[in-house]
């Protein structure tokens, strides 16, 4: 039984051995590796051009972005047949191929997020080192704790101005060499598309670029939704007590959220634009060229996937969230389901170029539909279902939860 | 411009290799010749491993029906590991079409197989090298150390590549190598029974398959992907798809 016969149905003339191959993980893959760029771009904002209103989304953009990426490569793992061989990228890379860099990529841009991590939270780390230090009968609780902040200082305990000025400076040079490599990071993920030569819809140079763009709108979106969350939640919890929280009063919370909610939101809106535009481009493009392989593509762009391009990407996904969020007086009310639908769009967009990239066979004479397994019969469908993106989905915010023990992002006032 | 030179492959030492072998193997398949029995598919199916019943195939055959109104049917059931014991046209998801005899104006079979391209795209996208290609051009996978991601099933244009279903490794027509390394035919070339199927070697002057190469006019099957395949067929018709 050939596995991916499972998920894949043919009809008309297709070949014997085409299948949807690149399933539901190698959706994710893009997607999370879209939001780990376009989150760490959105903390850049701050720490490389000083944009003061996302000073406190840009710490917890970093510290999501950090999540995120240890999460990147997970799809790719559950994708492949064989991960325990996984190593083999980096033992023997094959430089030719677009995959074969994504060890170093992902390296490269790791040692950039940790490192502007650890400085960025260095003072937070020697504070809590130092002050465990200092307190005698320790339990095992603080032993652990003060044995791993003292570690994660890495020794370097010195507080002065001279040296914090300088960790400012290390952060700003951080993010400014980070941002091209998150862009790279998932440029590069649209380049292992747009250069399969063999897939009409894939290929074109427009792809990286259009994938950075929507990698900026999502890792913006996610992170202000949730951040906007977050704040809610403590609002409601300041509100219930009805007297000042440990750090910060129930209305400046609000104020501070709106504030950064508007600036963040305006920065969505103008890569959604680059974003749309770039994606409606390629269309145009490609339909005014009508090449060879436009008869088949026209079928499944107006055709089998029209629904979920045209109306779950563009218009649920694109339009309707560009409308509200554009629309005067944003509310968090609005906010909220506005950003959960650029997600939405996002998401589909990915989808719409790897399943739609298979949905018509290389004889340009058949199709192939994709019927995603809900419930898992075998590993294969608890991988490559919806089992295996949801927990691909969940896990960042799990890790996010543990990091927050570690890096407390949202709950400390930061000096500039 | 060391490093553009360099991603077009102008300094791979496997291309000096290829270049100095005096051994570059090539495909013949005369679509006339061809009747459709499907012996070549049952052959490798059998001589490869390739689990039989799996819907997966190093080789298959093609049936084109083009009626007078110019419209093209094309199927292959089963790879054609049966042959072709219907004469109506499988359009899937369980549709069948008959088409009237009257209105069909010409009908032919077209094997298809790795073409062994000189270019392969598979070997490009390999991202560790489990996908080569030997200085004699046959483009081989080394089972022991494919990770499994399916890039060269996604880059081949004649969708040549499968994951083998027990292995999961890509898996894919190698000239039966394991043969022709030992100067045998491959099976499919053994179990056709009309000679639609030949294997030569390009670099030999007194080889017959050079020899039709060289003299006949032969096509292969989709050029403009620039892979230069290295199979070639007479009668290669432009509705093969």
Known sequence: MVQEALWTVKELFVYPNEYIYWAIQIVMYPFMTGLVAGAFVLSSLYHLFGIKPLKEIARFALVFS???????????????????????????????SAIAAFGVVLFVYASVVVSEL????????????????????????????????????LGALDLRDASMKLDAKAIKVLAGVGVPIACFL????????????????????????????????????????????????KNIIASRKNVTTTFIAFKEIKSEEMNTMQV????????????ISLELLDLVFRSYTAVKSWDILRNVIYGTDFINIFLLQYILGNLVPFILLLLPGLTVRRAIPALLLVLFGVFMMRWNVVIGGQSFSLTFSGYMDYQLPIIPHGLETFKEGLCGALLIAVLPFILFWILNKIFPVLETKWPD | MLLVKGLDGIFRPSDVQAWTSPLRFVFLVDTYKCIGCGFCVKA???????????????????RYVVTGEGEVFADTPKEARYGFT?????????????????????????????????????????????????????????????????????????GMRFFHPVLRVADKCNFCYHRINHGLRPACVQACPT??????????????????????????HKPEYGTNPQVYYIGLGEEVR
């Not at chain 2, 000679?195 to 292969?220: C, H, S, W």
Request: net charge positive; hydrophobic share 45%.
């Open chain 2, 44 to 62: 490798c199916k059998l001589e490869n491993e390739i689990p039989f019943d799996a819907d997966v195939s190093r080789t298959w055959v093609e």
């Open chain 1, 118 to 153: 650890w400085f960025l939270f260095r003072k937070h780390l020697v504070v809590v080192s130092l002050k465990l230090k200092g307190k005698a009968n320790k339990n095992l609780a603080e032993r652990i704790k003060y044995f791993l902040y003292t570690i994660l200082t």
């Open chain 1, 264 to 275: 963040a939101v305006k920065y969505l809106i103008f890569f959604m634009i680059f974003s």
């Open chain 2, 86 to 158: 219907a004469s109506r046209i499988d359009l899937g998801r369980g549709k069948f079409k008959d088409i009237p005899r009257e209105k069909i104006k010409k009908a032919f079979f077209i094997p298809k197989l790795c073409n062994q391209c000189a270019k392969p795209s598979c070997v490009q996208v390999c991202p560790v090298g489990a996908t080569y290609q030997n200085a004699d051009g046959v483009v081989l996978v080394d089972r022991k150390w494919c990770i499994g991601c399916g890039y060269c099933i996604m880059a081949c244009p004649y």
């Open chain 1, 186 to 233: 998932h440029g590069y993920a649209g380049f292992i598309f747009g250069s399969v030569k063999a897939n009409a819809l894939w290929m074109t140079p427009l792809m990286p670029v259009i994938f950075i763009m929507s990698a900026i709108v999502s890792g913006v979106a996610l992170c202000v939704l949730v951040y906007i969350i977050i704040m809610e939640i």
């Open chain 1, 66 to 96: 950090f999540t995120l990426l240890m999460v990147a490569p997970l799809p790719l793992l559950l994708h492949l047949t064989h991960p325990e061989r996984s190593l083999n990228v980096v033992l023997t890379p094959h430089f030719t």
């Open chain 2, 195 to 220: 000679g639609a199927r030949q294997i030569g070697n390009i670099k030999d002057p007194g080889d017959p398959v050079e020899n039709v190469i060289r003299t006949q006019q032969v096509a292969v």
